[in-house]
């Protein structure tokens, strides 16, 4: 079982987040100032660390550069309300892993915990209809046939997929694929999604990747 610290000073959101977590089977240490959360992150064993920006006697900043001194590996995921340009590169110029923006869903933060925790090493094989996608090699096929993505259509693919079943919004998607946590133009996604689905069409029939209207998008088999 994998072990997670939580740093976040707002009683409400910790507990929201200590239940939650454990209910998937992590393990969570939680304190609610910097100071502690860096104690306890001393005297731990940690595999992922979830840090409020804004926190009492010592900030998430402060936290982050003082475990990336020693600590080059450790997954480090910010909570932040902060959504500047400026404020997101210095947040990952500590060394954090991502970064997501207050009010987030359970959902979202629990997918990119997934991700930050996936050995990189291990192969994962996705499935969507008759289509295949390697994580690891990044390819995609269909039959014996390798279907020819670019990186964003592959990202794209891949992260509908994962998520498979359930309705993406486009918001969602520019902030977790194109990595992009502040307000963008999001028509680069239906360039990327119009050009994937051509694609996609040479060799698989049916439209698996569905447009819902004034939402997002869904991937069902």
């Known amino acids: 079982m994998k072990h997670i610290l939580i740093v976040e000073d707002e009683e409400g959101i910790l507990q929201f987040l200590k239940q939650g977590l454990e209910e998937e089977n992590y393990i969570i240490t939680a304190a609610n100032n910097g100071l502690d959360g860096y ?30 001194e020693s600590d080059a590996k450790t997954p480090i995921i910010f909570l932040t309300a902060k959504d500047t340009v400026q404020e997101t590169v210095e947040g990952l110029k500590t060394g954090a892993n991502d970064y997501i923006k207050k009010p987030f869903s359970f959902d979202e933060l629990l997918e990119r915990i997934k991700v930050q925790l996936r050995d990189p090493n291990q192969q994962e094989i996705l499935e ?4 295949k996608i390697n994580a690891l090699s990044r390819s995609v096929t269909a039959g014996e046939t390798e279907i020819p993505l670019t990186q964003k259509e592959f990202d794209l693919l891949s992260y509908l997929i994962r998520n ?34 051509k694609k996609l ?3 698989v029939e049916e439209d698996y990747l569905k447009t819902i209207r004034g939402m997002g998008y869904i991937a069902k088999d």
């Not at 940690?46 to 900043?61: A, C, H, N, Q, R």
């Open 39 to 68: 104690n306890r992150y001393q005297y731990g064993n940690f595999d992922l660390v979830i840090l409020d920006w804004m926190l009492p006697k010592m900030t998430g900043l402060e936290v982050c550069q003082k475990i990336r």
């Open 164 to 197: 498979k079943g359930r309705v993406v919004t486009r918001t969602e998607i520019i902030n977790d694929v194109w990595n992009i946590h502040f307000e963008y133009d999001t028509g680069v996604i239906d360039v990327c999604m119009n050009s994937l689905r």
């Open 128 to 131: 969507l209809g008759p289509m």
């Open 201 to 203: 069409s040479q060799l």
